[in-house]
């Protein structure tokens, strides 16, 4: 009878002592650590996760200088061509920024970097086909090229580059992406036969040199057989690829505005000022000539390709000179994202391109076998604005050689339902883009469709211009 009453009574302070526990981990006074569904311990997560009430990270302006010249090192990992097995690819359209440049600017009264853009397959950095290349390119005179885009060197030669001349780096780094895109989409994909015809191609470039080389370098190792008699390169005159619809008064309204914007940051950045009092002191010139010389563009050339920044009697522009101006380069993109004129900008200044884009997706999608792979050769300010008008804002400015790839895939189960994956520089953005952002919550498939490409091109662009199409966007104001 006491063994009983005493096994009771223990019964019951176990059942005591565990509602108490139960109670105070309810009420927080003692903490829990869960268990995650794998069976581990799960950590507090404040270890891991980032507070989102604090600040920003630092901005490295090294770091990213260094991202900003894709100097071609090792190989680079890429998400092309990613699908479920019963996906088919059945077109790819790649839009580019030109490989590593020259400066477009220089420093008044400094020696100009020494670089030189002939071509030399044993100087690094280098690529197994660079020698091939520059004999295949001076074998162009069966080529179609547009207007004046026929008198326009096929390659780099010049032992001291000229100004905005494309240099070895541009050419390999277009290499490189030619290579690493024909070994996903021709040699896994089967994107175009050997036998690929001229039709199964459109090619377009702007003006410049630098673009048409990048182009061609690209073509080079990505076609199946480089052929010349099946090259067709248009030109393109604006840098935005407006086409026939460059007519919009208030892209240029937005443009304005948002130089503006611009303007308004750099005057309140004391201490860029400061940096550009010093480097005229160096240089002897008027602060206001060295600002309007754009002294960023001449010194990344010289940061990317390890030459030391020019020097006077005055002393040296130094790497502090240099952090400080991408610094504020930096915190100018930060702040255009936030502020939305450049977004405004962006809408009414993509929408040629976007349009001409979906539109020939959609022929494909219908059964068309014409223009299979696209490349659009162009630069920093039409790369620029497209990943913006698509919503994706934690992209990078465009580095030398960015490549933003769309790929349209057909549903081997559905064969009427197609889809889109939109990569950048090899990532995977497209649940980043504004029209597909929330698509992979409620969907087993890891892409977007179509469809929502084609409505926010034809209609969704214009909803904050309160307009239906892009005449009207471009002619009224936004209320």
Known sequence: MLFRNRFLFLLALAALLAFLSLSLQFLHLIPVTPVREDGLNAKSRKRIMPDLLTEPPAIDPVYEAQVYCNVPTVAERSMEGHAPHYFKLVSVQVLIRHGDRYPLYAIPKTKRP?????????????????????????????????????????FPSHSLCEMGELTQTGVVQHLRNGQLLREIY????????????????????TGKSRTLQSALALLYTFLPDFDWKKINMRHQWSTIFCSGSCDCPMRNHYLEEEQRRQYSLRVKNNNLEKIYVDMAKIVGIPTRQL??????????????HNVSFPCTKAGCIGMEHFK??????????RERQEKKLYFLYALLATHPLLNQTVNRLQRIAE??????????????????????????????????????????????????????????????????????KDHYKHSSKPMCPLEKLVNFVKRDMFLIFNST???DACHRRAL
Not at 324 to 333: A, M, T, Y
Not at 388 to 409: C, D, K, N, Q
């Open 114 to 154: 020494d670089i030189d853009c002939m071509l030399v397959p044993s100087r690094k950095p280098s690529h197994p086909q660079l020698e091939a290349f520059v004999k295949h390119m001076s074998k162009g005179s069966a080529a179609q090229m547009d207007g004046s885009l026929s008198s326009l060197p096929h």
């Open 186 to 205: 021709i040699n896994k994909h089967k994107l175009l036969p050997s036998d690929w015809t001229a039709k199964q191609l459109y090619l377009e470039t």
């Open 291 to 304: 600002r309007a010389s754009n002294p960023i563009d001449s010194l990344l050339c010289y940061f990317c």
């Open 324 to 333: 400080v101006i991408k610094r504020h380069q930096l915190e100018d993109e």
């Open 367 to 436: 059964g068309k076998k014409e223009e299979l792979f696209v490349l659009y050769s162009a630069h920093d300010v039409t790369l620029s604005p497209v990943l913006s008008a698509l919503g994706i804002t934690e992209a990078r400015f465009p580095r030398f050689a960015a490549r933003l790839v769309f790929e349209l895939w057909q549903d081997g189960k559905r064969p009427k339902e197609h889809f889109i994956r939109i990569l950048y520089n090899g990532a995977d953005v497209t649940f980043q883009t504004s029209f597909c």
């Open 469 to 471: 199409n892009y005449y």
